[in-house]
């Protein structure tokens, strides 16, 4: 019962590197997230997919690049790291929903610090 | 578009004693769904509650229940009973339960049980 697995837990990445974060779910969910939190705001809507091979920006999408190509896998790209994206990245997916709580399953989160 | 509001920073509570946790959202859907998540410092995400804006009767979940006041646009939470591993930042998210299904967070209350 893996849920959703992020990897890296933590990272460190130097101004202007890039990298993926991994999120891999194996619930067959169709929904999947990507938040970012930092203190004192909660966390944020980056980037979502209501399943494979459709994604769409959230509320702070800029920086960070998305694909779906399979039902398990949402990866997060930082294209050109920055001071500013320091934070924690939390991934969650869900089942489709017809106003029914399924919920969300988070992952257990990456702490990104880029220096 | 979605918002969550809690105006509530951080709550100090004797053990024991019940806490309520403010929330309160504004949305032009007519369907949507109203979650609960305890945060502890270990970092992940857990799911408490869950209400359905269409749901007639106050959600519940062993010592959680929500407040559900449509018409106020408030679901604060209330945690009978509070215990000393009730400590966590708490989160209010919305979703709409239609179209995206994209899930909205306000930005948090820490609560602290004192002994």
């Known amino acids: 019962n893996a849920g959703v697995t992020q990897t890296p837990k933590f990272q460190v990445l130097k101004t202007g590197q890039s990298m993926t974060l991994q999120c891999a779910q194996d619930m067959n969910h169709e929904y999947m997230s990507w938040y970012r939190q930092d203190p004192g705001m909660g966390l944020r809507l980056i980037h979502y997919?209501?399943?494979?091979?459709?994604?769409d920006q959230g509320e702070v999408p800029n920086g960070y690049n998305v694909s779906r190509s399979t039902t398990e896998d949402f990866p997060l790209r930082l294209l050109s790291a920055a001071p500013s994206q320091t934070s924690v990245y939390f991934c969650?997916?869900?089942?489709?929903?017809?106003?029914?709580?399924?919920?969300?399953?988070f992952g257990s989160g990456t702490r990104l610090t880029v220096v | 578009a979605q918002k969550i509001t809690q105006t509530q920073p951080g709550m100090f509570v004797q053990e024991k004693e019940a806490v309520t946790l403010d929330c309160t959202y504004d949305t032009s859907d007519q369907s949507y769904g109203l979650f609960w998540y305890k945060q502890p410092s270990s970092g992940e995400m857990i799911f408490l509650i869950y209400q359905g804006s269409y749901d007639e009767q106050n959600a519940t979940e062993g010592r959680y229940s929500l407040n559900f006041q449509k018409a106020r646009k408030s679901a604060n939470l209330v945690i009978s009973a509070s215990q000393l591993g009730d400590s966590a930042m708490y989160f209010c998210a919305m979703r709409d339960n239609q179209g995206a299904q994209k899930l909205v967070f306000g930005q948090g209350t820490r609560l602290t049980i004192n002994p």
């Open positions: 997919s209501v399943g494979a091979g459709i994604t």
């Open positions: 969650a997916s869900s089942r489709s929903l017809q106003g029914i709580n399924y919920g969300y399953t």
